[in-house]
């Protein structure tokens, strides 16, 4: 089984910063593409930023010059870091990933979530 888990959410003023963490554990033979997701009250689920295993990153555009996505593969665990934030940012924040076993198919993971609320 594989478990992902968030920390790093909160409370924090506009323009301030955050720095998301999603840790994988479990059966993991590879880590594949990762994201990071958002869901906020009266919205569709929206893909905030995704990270090939290379380290290959890409954004929405609304987040574009001020979230940055990496991953430290050695220990199987990807990070956001939010910048500049907006009420608008305000939201649930999920991370997904891509899990290849030795043998048969990758199947998709998500973690619990993490709040993060953008508020003076």
């Known amino acids: 089984q594989v478990q992902l888990v968030e920390s790093g959410g909160g409370l924090v003023q506009p ?3 955050l720095r998301l963490s999603c840790a994988a554990s479990g059966s993991i033979f590879r880590l594949n ?10 919205r ?3 893909l905030v930023a995704r990270i090939t295993s ?3 990153a890409d954004y929405v ?12 593969n050695a220990k199987n665990t990807v990070y956001l870091q939010m910048n500049s934030l907006k009420p608008d940012d305000t939201a649930l924040y999920y991370c997904n990933a891509e899990v290849e076993a030795e043998i048969g198919p990758s199947w998709i993971y998500w973690g619990q979530g993490t709040q993060v609320t953008v508020s003076s």
């Open 61 to 72: 555009d609304s987040v574009k010059g001020r979230f940055t996505m990496s991953r430290d």
């Open 54 to 56: 290379g380290g290959s």
């Open 33 to 42: 593409t990762m994201g990071w997701y958002r869901r906020a009250p009266g």
């Open 15 to 17: 323009g301030g910063s």
């Open 44 to 46: 569709q689920r929206e």
